[in-house]
């Protein structure tokens, strides 16, 4: 794997843990995350999760770059930090989230090059 395979790689694999974890092991993801009000929609977040992580390891496997991944990745990292930062602002979710804030705006700034370093394919 290249070394520009390597945060595209890590990504999803960050996004297969944190989509299947509440989906198998609900416990113990709201014993880390803290309580949660509504676990249907924990579930469904996490499974929301998953086709990114699809996604991650595509372009880590792929030589091309292609612009419309970066666009998608940039738009998920993007949401999940807002949503991230917003709650825990307002006091609603734990302190946790602020590492994932810190992770997907790491994420995001790696596509942000990704992006920028693409050749434009058509």
């Known amino acids: 794997m290249e070394k520009k395979q390597i945060i595209p790689f890590l990504q999803g694999l960050y996004f297969i843990i944190t989509g299947i974890w509440p989906l198998v092991h609900i416990e113990s993801f709201l014993y880390v995350t803290g309580p949660k009000t509504d676990i249907w929609l924990v579930k469904t977040v996490g499974l929301l999760i998953l086709p990114y992580s699809i996604l991650c ?40 989230y602020l590492i994932d804030f810190a992770l997907e705006t790491a994420f995001f700034i790696y596509w942000i090059f990704y992006l920028f370093n693409s050749k434009r394919a058509l």
């Open 57 to 96: 390891f595509y372009a880590a496997c792929i030589p091309k770059r292609r612009p419309v991944i970066a666009l998608v990745n940039m738009m998920c990292c993007f949401g999940l930090a807002g949503v991230d930062l917003y709650y825990y602002l307002r006091n609603v979710i734990s302190w946790v």
